[in-house]
């Protein structure tokens, strides 16, 4: 799995297979996508467009809560497929637990099933917390990666910590936050200028250097080609420490108890 991925929300078909098509020419290889962007058409457009050969792509897709059943799991691997027009799909999630219908479980173990025919290489999870893996724990079930809110303002340590005791990989959406106020933050801009580079570099480093995968949505050709190019950023062990000394209450934070499609 690439260490660093395009997300395509809000795209829709058109700026997907723009957006899409443009990022592989840069160099991304790992695409998020999903159900409910509506864009996977697109996306899988912009792929077929680029040249890029299959086998060097990783496409991940999401799958909403009318899906929640063993057959179910089927039936939405079958129709993301379908739209993006490929033969397989290398990380198929499940985008959110919706624990009001008590489902997500038999989700799961429909992705067991879809992971067995071949369809997918690997599944996973999407704003699942600790409660609701541990569920899946229990039935020995384990999936290899969980898609999370996570930025220096959202640290997330014990579901972290959680995803690293069973060997979890950590994806993240909205890695430079939901609005830009964290890329104004004096802490990062100061980071930033020391390094000569942009304050949403210091951040995506930020994640990798832990070995998240951050998955940021750009339009722009020119912050779509920032954002890939950060691995030459060097965050010393105490701009970490300063970094992840950011972490804040956040009472608008959507809540996958009470939130989820």
């Known amino acids: 799995m690439p260490l660093l991925g395009l997300g395509t929300w809000p795209m829709n078909d058109v700026e997907a297979a723009v957006g899409v098509e443009a990022a592989l020419s840069m160099g991304y290889r790992l695409i998020d996508t999903a159900e409910n962007y509506e864009n996977e058409r697109g996306v899988g457009e912009g792929i077929r467009k680029s040249g890029i050969s299959r086998d060097e ?71 699942f917390k600790s409660a609701h893996l541990q569920r899946l724990f229990e039935l020995g079930l384990v999936a290899h990666v969980n898609q ?7 640290l997330r340590n014990d579901l972290v910590a959680l995803h ?53 949505r750009s339009f722009n050709p020119q912050r779509m080609m920032e954002n890939l190019d950060i691995f030459n950023i060097f965050l010393s062990d105490e701009e970490m420490r300063i970094l992840g000394g950011l972490d804040r209450p956040d009472p608008d934070m959507f809540d996958a108890d009470q939130f989820g499609h």
């Open 57 to 127: 792509i990783f496409i991940t897709t999401k799958f909403n809560r009318k899906w929640h059943s063993i057959e179910g799991a089927r039936a939405a691997c079958e129709a993301s497929l379908e739209r993006l027009n490929v033969d397989y799909i290398d990380l198929l999630l499940i985008h959110w637990p919706n624990p009001d219908q008590d489902r997500y479980v038999e989700a799961f173990q429909g992705l067991t099933r879809v992971l067995e025919a071949g369809l997918v290489r690997a599944i996973g999870t999407s704003n």
């Open 164 to 216: 690293r005791s069973r060997g979890i990989v950590t994806e993240t959406w909205s890695p430079l936050g939901r609005a830009s106020h964290m890329l104004a933050d004096p802490v990062i801009i100061a980071i930033a200028e020391r390094h000569g580079c942009t304050a949403a570099q210091v951040v995506l480093r930020w994640h990798t250097k832990q070995n998240f995968i951050p998955t940021p």
């Open 148 to 154: 999370i809110q996570l930025d220096p303002y959202h």
